[in-house]
């Protein structure tokens, strides 16, 4: 499946890559909350596994009116590994 896309209020995560659900329990798997977003909570998944993949994540209502630093103060740049879509080579 390409760009599948779960949301709710909190926050909405896109897979970048072609995704297959079949046999996935999102409702379990997939975790969005308030300024939080767990993908496969209660497992050992490595990348690229299962739902484990690239994707874009969007939080909703991060900031309230009673946030009192910047957002870049309080947003830092943290090293990720990042993977790319797998191929059939």
Not at 6 to 31: M, Q, Y
Request: proline share 6%; charged share 20%; with cysteine.
């Amino acid at each position: 499946m390409d760009n599948f896309t779960v949301w709710n209020e909190h926050a909405k995560i896109r897979f970048t890559c072609p995704l297959s659900v079949l046999g996935e329990n999102i409702d379990e798997e997939i975790i969005l909350e308030h300024r939080f977003v767990s993908v496969h909570p209660n497992g050992n998944v490595g990348p690229g596994e299962r739902l484990n993949q690239p994707s874009i994540i969007t939080l909703f209502n991060f900031f309230d009116e009673n946030a009192r630093l910047a957002p870049e103060r309080v947003l830092q740049n943290k090293a990720m590994n990042f993977i790319g879509c797998k191929t059939n080579d």
